[in-house]
């Protein structure tokens, strides 16, 4: 039993370490959801043939585990995403755990190909959106974000599609608040009952401050 301890005390080490370095870290075990937290509706996210598939009422799952301690500045994520037709998703950056209703704090990258909301995949939502639609519903595809100072840049399937900077954002009216980069944790959206999307891997990288 103390041998096991320790192992498992050098295996959150080393997965602190690794993010620290620079190097990739997987946040999803492809088992459960240990390391998340979700809010509102749970069973809007479960596990199925090693992949998260999020299906039902408004729900987040915010990612709480150990890698840089769930607090992320400059870092960057890479989630390998399918949406089914019609189906609204999406990746919050800079986020912090919130019992219900949409998250206050960060910005929300969409995931969206087919779903009537015009703003698309690689938009951040509501203050540099995407028309364009880059993938199909049903396939697999890479959203991969790049959050460095007040710059956050978006590719899909390692196009760059949107980068947004904050500092230059003119349209930015009175104080914002909490909608804005700064620090905190991601977390997968659950939009509504109709959208199924799944997630197969969600991997951070955490950059120089």
């Known amino acids: 039993m103390k041998n096991l301890f320790s192992f498992a005390i050098c295996f959150l ?11 990739w870290v997987e946040l999803f ?15 809007s996210f479960k596990v199925e043939d090693g992949v998260i ?11 709480n585990g ?4 769930h607090d992320f500045n400059n870092f960057e994520v890479i989630a390998e995403v399918k949406t089914m037709p019609g189906a609204n998703s999406g990746i919050f950056i800079h986020t912090q755990y919130q019992e219900d209703g949409w998250p206050n ?10 779903h009537g909301d015009w703003r698309k995949t690689g938009s951040v939502y509501s203050f540099q ?3 364009d639609v880059y993938v199909k519903d049903g396939e697999w595809y890479t959203e991969h ?6 710059v956050v840049t978006v590719k899909i399937n390692g196009e760059t599609v949107n980068v947004y900077d904050q500092s230059k954002d003119e349209n930015r009216k009175g104080d914002l608040g909490t909608k804005k980069v700064d620090h905190g944790t991601i977390a ?5 009952p109709k959208s199924v999307i799944y997630y197969k891997s969600v991997k951070v990288k955490v950059l120089p401050d």
């Open 13 to 23: 080490i080393t997965l602190s370490v690794s993010a620290q370095s620079g190097e």
């Open 29 to 43: 075990n492809g088992k459960n959801l240990d390391g998340w937290k979700i809010s509102e509706n749970s069973q």
């Open 53 to 63: 598939k999020v299906e039902g009422p408004r729900g987040h799952a915010f990612y």
């Open 66 to 69: 150990d890698v840089a301690n």
């Open 105 to 114: 704090v960060g910005y929300e990258i969409q995931v969206n190909q087919s």
């Open 129 to 131: 959106d995407v028309k």
């Open 145 to 150: 974000i790049i959050v460095q100072g007040d």
């Open 188 to 192: 997968l959206q659950a939009h509504d």
